[in-house]
């Protein structure tokens, strides 16, 4: 055998253990043990169900289990009760956190044990969506980001946000968020018509005028009189954030730091993920950036908003708590998420959705069940996007908790080397 084949075949051996490894390290907190078991809940609050699997039986069971939601339908009759959701929902999607499950969590501020009203202006559908104190959660999707939607609102039921509104751009998204079960708007009242449908590339003249489309809405919804969280879509939570940033945003507005780490990157306010209250110079400001398009015209609502933002305005968000997409090229894995106290990440720096999905594939941010097209992961991670990667927070987590006891943090959760 000649030293070439000699060494190919050497790193064919070697990525075979490796991809081995990988799947026999995340098998354990694999979606399919998560839900495995009654999610009921017990009269603490803890869920009864079912018991630990054996590691190599459930490595050897998880590996051949399809990619999809199939899974869910095969586990009926053996204890497991399937998401409650929607038919749209479960085939773009697959949540173990199903649209309709209310029983999950317990009524609060951001989550709802019963579905929100349909109401037919935007302040009532505003109102359904916020917190007693007025404080939405709001996004803006078009068609072509409804993917990112679905995988962000996983995310988000499986730690007990349910409450929501997204302003859907265009009428096909807005189908899609409606068919999904989700809580949509039409936002073309507020943006206008005309805006593209498809995933627009960064800094492309189309991704442009969606991000300053994303002022009107933000302006719009702050005159209504509620404060807002604005989300883009291609966040992923990996814990409910909302109260604790709620309460500790005494200063507004609070931005998501856009930062590399590195000493000489640039230090600036991320648009895609923000707090604002509903007062007057938050309005303001919107007001000028969207006013200074005239000077401006070729740029994007971060170069705008951060043109015309005063020194009292930068209040940026505690990191790595909210991460961006840049700082997630400083770490290895999803694991060191987990150990930094990562909240929730925003993944931008990336030029293409067609990145991102490769990048939340690699980094365990994929909460759906259903792999993303074109996720495409590293051979380490066996060469798929498996799914359940996102659940790092419930990695060693004891199988019979239910979906209330691990979705608490540090609650419900056994450690395992």
């Not at 929607?86 to 773009?92: D, G, L, R, V």
């Not at 507005?253 to 895609?272: F, H, I, S, V, Y």
């Not at 996102?390 to 540090?410: D, I, P, Q």
Request: with cysteine; net charge positive.
């Amino acid at each position: 055998m000649s030293r070439g084949r000699l060494l190919a075949c050497l790193y064919f051996l070697v990525n075979a253990v490796l991809a081995e490894r990988a799947n026999a390290q995340f098998s354990s907190w694999h979606p399919k043990n998560f839900a495995r078991g009654d999610r009921g809940l017990t009269e603490n609050g803890v869920g009864d169900g079912g018991d630990e699997t054996t590691s190599g039986e459930a490595d050897a069971v998880d590996r051949e289990q399809p990619l999809g939601a199939p899974w869910l339908e095969s586990e009926r009759g053996a204890g497991f009760t399937p998401p409650k959701t929607t038919p749209a929902e479960q085939k773009s999607c697959g949540c173990l956190a199903g649209v309709n499950d209310y029983d999950l969590y317990p009524e609060s501020d951001f989550w709802t044990t019963t579905p929100l009203p349909e109401p037919s202006t935007l302040n009532g559908a505003l109102e359904a969506a916020s917190s007693r104190s007025k404080v939405a959660l709001v996004m803006m999707t078009n068609a072509g980001e409804v993917d990112l939607v679905d995988n962000f609102l996983c995310s988000l039921r499986m730690f007990g946000v349910n409450k929501y509104l997204i302003f859907a751009t265009d009428s096909v998204a807005l189908a899609m968020l409606r068919e999904r079960g989700y809580h949509a708007w039409d936002g073309e009242t507020t943006v206008g018509k005309g805006l593209d449908k498809s995933d627009s590339n960064f800094r492309t003249n189309s991704w442009k005028q969606l991000t300053r489309a994303k002022m009107k809405v933000a302006k719009q919804v702050l005159q209504s009189g509620h404060h807002m969280f604005f989300s883009d879509v291609d966040v992923v939570a990996l814990e409910n954030f909302l109260p604790s940033l709620v309460s500790e945003s005494q200063k507004s507005p609070q931005w998501l730091l856009d930062w590399d780490g590195k000493r000489t990157g640039k230090k600036e306010a991320n648009t895609g993920f923000y707090f604002m209250r509903a007062e007057k110079g938050s309005i303001d400001l919107l007001t000028k950036a969207t006013l200074q398009q005239k000077k401006m015209p070729a740029k994007d609502d971060q170069q705008l908003i951060n043109a015309v933002m005063t020194s009292g305005q930068r209040n940026y968000m505690p990191r790595p708590k909210f991460a961006n997409g840049c700082y997630l090229r400083n770490v290895g894995k999803s694991t060191d998420l987990v150990k930094k106290g990562v909240a929730a990440v925003h993944v931008n720096c990336a030029v293409s959705k067609l990145m991102k999905h490769k990048l939340m594939c690699n980094m365990g941010l994929w909460f759906c069940a259903n792999v993303p097209e074109g996720g495409n992961p590293r051979p380490t991670f066996g060469g798929r996007c498996k799914p359940g990667y996102g659940m790092e927070r419930f990695r060693g987590y004891n199988s019979s908790a239910s979906l209330t006891a691990v979705g608490k943090v540090g609650e419900g959760l056994v450690e395992r080397s």
